[in-house]
Each structure stands twice: as C-alpha cells, then as structure tokens.
C-alpha cells in the first residue's frame, strides 16, 4: 500500500507570543513538527508533505530536505492547507495521512492504527477519535442510532446538546486519494471562522454514501496540541518523562526523574547512575558505569564508559573512559579529553585535548592547547592564549610538570619531562627535560615589623 503524509504546519501561533514559528518551538530538544514527521514516516510514509506559511523558509529550512514543503500564503482553514498539497500528489495512488504540526506526542503506532482500519474497512475517510472527559476546544464526532460517524461539528459551531459529546476529534485522518482534492475543491466556509474545513468532507462523504471510519484509538495525552507557552510545558513534561522511562528500562538509574531533564536524541549506556538537576541535551553520547550529576549540564557530549562529571558544564566534547570531570568545571567546545584523565575543581577549558592519565586538578584555564599525557598541571596555571587580535596555542609535552600559579604565554612550546617552576611566567619554549624558571629574586628584609630592616 502506497501511503503519504501531509503535516500541516502554516500557523504562526499568535498565542505563544513569539515571532518563531509555532511548529519549531522545541519539546525535549527537538522542534514540534520534527516530532510529528518522525511519526509518520515510522508509521509507513514514504511520501512527507508539509504545508508552511508564517515564515515558511525558516520552517523548512529547520525540517531539511527529507519533507517536501508547500506554502499556504492565506491561513483559511485546514481543508484549504491540504489543498495547497494537490501539486505534490500528481499521479499518486495510496492513502493521505493528514496530522497537525502541533501534536507533538502522537505515536506512529496509533498513527498505523488508524492507516489499517482505514484499508481493511476500505473507507474513503478515516478520522481518528479520542474520549476526553474535559473535551473543551475540540470538535465533537457526532454518531447516529448506529454508531456510524454522522458529522464532526466545531466546537464554536456545535449545540448545547453536542457539546455534552465525550468523544472528539483528534484532527488527524486517513483520506483515499480518490476524489480527494476534488471533494476539498468543492468545500464552502459556511461557519462561524468562516474557514474551510476538513471535517466538512465527513459530512459530504455521507451524503455521497461514501464508507466513513471513526477510529477511536487515541489515548487523550497524545493528542494534546500546543497553543501557548503553558501548554509547550505540559507536553514538555509529558514527552521528558517517557524518555526516562525509556533510559531507565534500558538499564540507567535515574536517582529523581522529577529533577532530571534529557532530551530525546541522548543515549546512555546500562550501569550509568544520572544525579538530581542534571541537564543532557542535544546528541550526547553517554557510556557504561558513567556518574552524571548532581547539577551537571552535558550539551553534544561524548563520554567514554566510566566516566564521572559532577557539578559541571560540559559543550560540545568528548570525554575518554575512566576520566573524571568536576566539580565546578567549565569544559567549553571542542575539548578532547583521553582515558585516565582528571579535570578537578574550578577548571575551565577550551579548544583543549588533553592525552591519557594527565592531571589538571584545580583552579586552572587553558585554552587552544595541546597536552600530552601524564602532564601534571598545577594549580593556579593559565595559558594565555589571546593577545588582544589574535588567538596562539600552547603546547606541552608528555610527562612535563607545570607549576602552580604558572603563566604559559602562547605561543609556547614546553618540551616532553620539562618542569616549569611555580609561580614562572614562560614566554620562551622549554626543551624536553628541562627546569623553565621565570621569576625574580626572592628578598627578605629582617625585622620589618619593627621598622628596623634594611630597605633598598
């Protein structure tokens, strides 16, 4: 069966108050539409249309090349959106799926669900249903005596007596690409919007005597669109904790799902304990036996297995097995740190690798470094790697011992075993095996305090 989709997306949604497009408002790290398109191309889609409108070339740009994009310049309903889609379906045969871009939790399987009834009852619509003890803001499915579908009604449009009805619907459907777009051609705004809507061709198809399916499998949460910021938030919460469970069943304790926030695309590995108020976005890689957190906030990370981070930040790097990281470390783009490596407290780096077993325990910046492994960097030690235009690097050999409160002025070579003496500036390379000093005389004036001691 060949089967399509077409996600409509050309809102601005004026009530989230942003002047970004409602359908790439982010939930658990990934925008609301992208969402809905993994949805439906997991459900069996092999054609993926989008309907863009409010700043339709940032949305598509957004979304990439594995959708096709249609604008809709007037917002006049949603059977109007999908009309916009009739150039993209030229000589296609199969099944439209057709879902809101703002429906970010439904399931491909409730999505296969409703493709299924809709081929196996052979229904030129198939509209899916939920049954909502709060239905406020939904259109209500109407049934006759049968309980076949007689109409779906607005809520602004529905009687008193409609809006008692229990069962909505869900704004996702199965259409027969047969008479389709005709059908939505043939569509009147006669309500209260004055909008052309999709579940007007329920009513339509009846009257043709054309096979209607209300499949009522939707569980209410998975329908829940977002309309403002309160909303974003409830789908948020929704969305973050299923992807803790999902974490937590493959093996990860998650000490306090309720303090604890990861995004969909991370992985971790089994035996990983993840801390309070710990933070993982973007595409973080997480190994085996790992210790994350408590406040830790990993952003497109790499780490190796074993590896413990506590009370740090961490962008955009990767971390070698058995390392440790923290606490109150600040580890900034494009680290690459070895295996055995220990990066202590009040650390912050940048632009760094860092070889196996090397040492920077505490109190230290290095930036546009090279390190090799078994340095030991003491405390105190910066690498001064920016002279006002210009950015140079440091490097310092395997084995070399640096100081504490040692200045490394780039750009700066310090040879493999060299020693820098504490408290030296280096502005000059220091040969393999060799003492860097860099410092003044040390002088003592004898009883100070009393006034008596020399003075020069």
Known sequence: MDLAAVVLA??????????RPKVLHKVCGKPMAAHVIDAVEEAGAQIM????????????????????TVMQKEQLGTAHALMQARPAFEGFKGRIL???????????????????????????AAVLTSMMEEPAGYGRVIRDFSGNVSKIVEQKDATPEELEV?????????FAIDGLFDTLAGLKADNAQGEYYLTDIID????????????????????????DRKQLAAVEKIMRQEVLNDIMLSGVTVVDPENTYIESKVEIGKDTIIYPFTIIEGKTVIGENCSIGPSTRLVDVELGHCVKVEQSTVYSSIVGDNSSVGPFAYIRP??????????????????????????????TYLGDSEVGKDVNVGAGTITCNYDGKNKHPTHIGDGAFIGSNANLV????????AVIGAGSTITKDVPPAALGV???????????????????
């Open 334 to 363: 494009d680290c690459v740190l070895g295996k055995g490596v220990k990066v202590g407290d009040f650390v912050e780096m940048k632009k760094v690798s860092v070889g196996d077993g090397s040492k920077i325990p505490h109190l």
């Open 204 to 227: 339509f198809y009846r009257k043709k005597g054309l096979k209607v399916t209300a499949v009522s499998d939707a569980r209410p949460w998975e329908i829940l669109g977002v309309n």
């Open 438 to 456: 860099a410092r003044s005389k040390q002088k003592v004036y004898d009883k100070w305090k009393s006034g008596n001691g020399n003075k020069d």
């Open 166 to 174: 229990k069962e909505v619907n869900t704004g996702i459907y199965c």
């Open 49 to 68: 249309v989008v309907v863009v409108g409010y700043k339709g070339e940032e949305v598509k740009k957004e979304l990439g090349n594995r959708v096709v």
């Open 10 to 19: 050309a809102g601005k949604g004026t009530r989230m108050k942003s002047e």
């Open 410 to 417: 780039a750009p700066v070579r310090v040879g493999e075993k």
């Open 98 to 124: 057709v879902v809101c871009g703002d429906t970010p939790l439904i399931k491909c399987s409730t999505l296969q669900t409703l493709v299924n009834e809709s081929v196996r009852t052979g229904s030129a």
